[in-house]
């Protein structure tokens, strides 16, 4: 979901540690380093990195500027390929008809039915091109504040792991409770109430 996007859904997040001197220069080399790669014709079916605000399918940061005033403005794009189950028992079989026919048996061995179902997702991987989804995120790095234009959880889950291995920073999901703990003016005394707090029910 990107942030031109006509509605959005946004999860904020606080950003605990410090970037090393230079900022701007540290930001470059974790996004060049996790920039996300192409597997149109690899076997991979699965790949997540970062890329360009601007143009989505660009991992060239040094032509596309990620700083727009104090706010550090890229994407995380997660390219997927899905084949479809039916397109793979088709040509499954065929090669099971192939081997049998060639060894001249009756029947194949769990083993070779497995290498033969692994090597037909091998192919059928090189030919398919990947979807790609692709999320917006603004980091304001004088605040400590990231705003990710996602709430999904598979998406927020792989956000948090990339953010971590490419800045060395970790990210707290902003919620009600987060935030009075981590953003609020609370005294000790309030922090410790807050911890004894537990989940309301409000369904039966």
């Known amino acids: ?19 090393s001197e230079p ?4 930001v470059a080399t974790g996004l060049k380093k996790n920039a996300v790669e192409e597997i149109d014709n690899e076997s991979s ?13 660009s991992t060239d940061f040094n032509q596309s500027p990620f700083l727009i005033g104090t706010h550090l403005v890229f994407s995380m794009r ?7 189950s039916k397109i793979v028992q088709k040509h499954y079989t065929l090669e099971m008809t192939k081997k049998l026919a060639k060894s001249g048996r009756d029947f194949l061995s769990r083993t ?3 290498e033969i179902k692994d090597h ?8 398919i091109p990947a979807t790609p989804n692709i999320y917006d995120l603004i980091w304001n790095y004088e605040s400590n504040t990231l705003w ?6 598979g998406a927020n889950e792989e956000l948090e792991t990339l953010f971590t291995r490419s800045f060395k920073l970790k990210l707290i999901r902003l919620f009600p409770y987060t935030m009075a703990a981590l953003t609020s003016p609370l005294s000790d005394v309030e922090k410790d109430a807050l911890s004894q707090f537990t989940p309301t029910r409000f369904t039966e």
């Open 148 to 153: 990710f234009f996602s709430n999904l959880k």
């Open 120 to 127: 037909v997702i091998h192919l059928l991987n090189l030919r």
């Open 23 to 26: 900022i701007l220069e540290s």
């Open 1 to 19: 979901m990107g942030i031109l996007s006509s509605s959005v859904s946004i999860t904020q997040y606080r950003v605990e540690g410090k970037l």
């Open 112 to 114: 070779e039915k497995k």
């Open 78 to 84: 997660i390219d997927k390929k899905s084949i479809p």
């Open 45 to 57: 079916d699965k790949a997540i990195g970062w890329t360009c605000f601007n143009n989505p399918f």
